[in-house]
């Protein structure tokens, strides 16, 4: 692999664990303030979300301690596999709840395939029907 590629997946890696940290911690000390759900059905769902009393907080706890995986390039796999979920409901609720643009999310999405492509071979385990013994 040409090196200026293997330096290019190591600082969007450490970009994309930055991400979630930053989001997670804001889930508990709130220092900043995200954009307001504007349809109605974002606000429900947010409502919904906050509501629950404990999904905020083990949202903000899974981001936390995946993106620190990520930028300390430990357990980078364990890590993608914990954000893919909330990557597509991040995806899903830019395209279908809310009338924002997508190309953020889509940057998330690209940005964790791309990840996840470059770990292929340890994840691949994950597709075997049956476990090799």
């Not at 664990?17 to 954009?35: A, I, K, M, Y």
């Not at 706890?61 to 991040?90: D, E, H, K, M, W």
Request: aromatic share 12%; net charge positive; charged share 5%.
């Amino acid at each position: 692999m040409h090196p200026v590629f293997q330096w290019s997946l190591i600082v969007l890696r450490v970009a994309f664990g930055t991400l979630f940290v930053f989001s997670g911690l804001n889930d508990f000390f709130h220092f900043w303030q995200p954009p307001a759900p504007t349809t109605p059905q974002s606000q429900i769902f947010m409502q919904g979300l906050q509501g629950s009393g404990y999904l905020i907080p083990l949202q903000g706890a899974v981001y936390t301690l995946s993106g620190l995986a990520l930028i300390a390039n430990r357990f980078v796999p364990l890590a993608l596999v914990v954000l893919a979920a909330p990557t597509a409901v991040i995806v899903g609720y830019h395209a279908v709840m809310e009338c924002h643009p997508l190309g953020p999310s889509l940057i998330v999405l690209a940005t964790h395939l791309l990840l996840a492509w470059q770990q292929r071979k340890t994840l691949s385990v994950l597709f075997q029907p049956r476990p090799s013994v």
